[in-house]
């Protein structure tokens, strides 16, 4: 299958999950997740009527920037480096992987210096992982309100990444469970909006679009393996 097809294959399935939960294609946004992938592509993607691409790496993200198309909506989201944090602000459509005070005071001290506003995602842990990054409930609430206060951020919602299964049907409730989070902390009134939620992966897309995703970070599906 050409990436084209594979596109087509994905955005039929999202169509799909948001009737199956009574949703509106357009409140899911497909991030393409291009990392290690070739410019060509993501060109190829481009061409196939692919606007949001998410990269892992700070440099790799400004050297692709550089070489596309200045309407491609680029997404960073991978683990944020306080040194890298320089390569982002202002040329990012949004930052979905904030999961640290020290992180985020440094995106407001970039942001104020360049006269900008970051929007950004503040990333949840759900289950007791190792490899995973992401903050318990107690300690995102510090965060969110953090970013809520400041001027130069713009807190947008929610992200999470789940621990691997062979059945996505297994971690229904960790999706479902940010969501309820998401719309609790919503209500207090002391966070803003949280309009979206950062959930799904290649293989689980489309129970997180039934449990509320309104962004879902799609790589291999769409490309393919990536180059190492």
């Known amino acids: 299958m050409t990436i084209a097809t594979r596109l087509a294959a994905i955005r ?4 799909a999950a948001c009737v199956r939960s009574h949703r509106q294609a357009d409140a899911v946004t497909l991030v393409a997740v291009s ?18 691409f998410g990269e892992n790496y700070a440099q790799e993200l400004r050297d692709k920037r550089a070489a596309l198309s ?9 683990r944020l ?5 320089k390569y982002l602000v202002g040329g990012v459509k949004l930052i979905h992987s904030v999961e640290s005070m020290d992180i985020a005071q440094e995106l407001d001290r970039l ?28 300690a995102a609430m510090k965060l969110m309100a953090y970013c809520q206060e400041s001027p130069h951020l713009d807190l947008q919602g ?24 998401r719309d609790e902390w919503r209500r207090s009134g002391r966070y803003g909006l949280l309009p979206h ?9 489309e129970v997180a679009i039934e449990e509320g995703a309104t962004l879902i970070r799609v790589g291999t599906a769409i490309f393919g393996e990536r180059v190492t």
């Open 81 to 85: 480096q306080s040194n890298k944090l």
């Open 158 to 181: 929610l992200m999470t990444f789940p621990p691997p299964v062979s059945d996505p049907e297994q971690i229904r409730p960790l999706f479902r469970r940010l969501t309820e989070w």
């Open 197 to 205: 939620l950062s959930m799904g992966m290649s293989h689980d897309f």
């Open 35 to 52: 990392k290690k992938q070739p410019v060509a592509a993501i060109q190829t993607a481009v061409n196939a009527g692919q606007i949001s």
């Open 12 to 15: 039929s399935k999202i169509d």
């Open 111 to 138: 942001s104020e210096r360049r006269k900008t506003v970051t929007p950004l995602l503040v990333q949840i842990e759900l289950a007791d992982q190792t490899t995973k990054a992401g903050l318990v409930p107690e």
């Open 70 to 78: 200045p309407t491609i909506h680029w997404h960073f989201v991978g």
